[in-house]
Nanobody
Framework: VQLVESGGGSVHAGGSLRLSCKVS????????IGWFPQVPGKEREGVSD????????YYVDSVKGRFTISRDNAKNTLYLQMNSLKPEDTAVYYC??????????WGQGTQVTVSS
């Protein structure tokens, strides 16, 4: 099982980025999968996730209307479209599966830096 994030970078406030999480060893549509940013000294906190079968999505209030989570089953990839970025969005973004279980699966993370 492997999750590999990409798409991070440095942008000015108001800019956009699209993060990708290519998964292998399982099907991206199988079960919930989500995005968890982490800043130094703090725990990872989920900002968005998508349930199995795309029946529901979750967004933390601070990103509602700005971020969109989606997945491409043919490419076995999860995405996070991030628009109207703010300096407080700066973090290392991890994608994760089974984050609440005894065997969570995490990627290596991708850095997002938003300057004012």
């Amino acid at each position: 099982v492997q999750l590999v994030e990409s798409g991070g970078g440095s942008v000015h406030a108001g800019g956009s980025l699209r993060l990708s999480c290519k998964v292998s060893g399982f099907t991206v549509s199988d079960g919930a999968i989500g995005w968890f940013p982490q800043v130094p000294g703090k725990e990872r906190e989920g900002v968005s996730d998508i349930a199995s079968g795309d029946v529901s999505t979750y967004y933390v209030d601070s990103v509602k209307g700005r971020f969109t989570i989606s997945r491409d089953n043919a490419k076995n990839t999860l995405y996070l479209q991030m628009n109207s970025l703010k300096p407080e969005d700066t973090a290392v973004y991890y994608c994760a599966k089974d984050w609440g279980s005894v065997a969570p699966r995490w990627g290596q993370g991708t850095q997002v830096t938003v300057s004012s």
